[in-house]
């Protein structure tokens, strides 16, 4: 939620098609930036 609020809290768009793909890009961002944070697991055998 956090980085949701970082990207501003409002939706700016005013158009409910827009409002909708503003919010779709805010959770790409949002997943992005947890894939980047992920640890990548290796089995070490």
Not at 33 to 38: D, H, M, P, R, S
Request: proline share 2%; net charge positive.
């Amino acid at each position: 939620m956090r980085c949701l609020k970082a990207f501003g809290e409002r939706i700016a768009a005013r158009n409910p098609d827009r409002q909708t793909a503003e919010i779709q890009i805010r959770i790409a961002l949002v997943n992005r930036f947890n894939a980047l944070g992920t640890a990548e697991i290796v089995s070490v055998a």
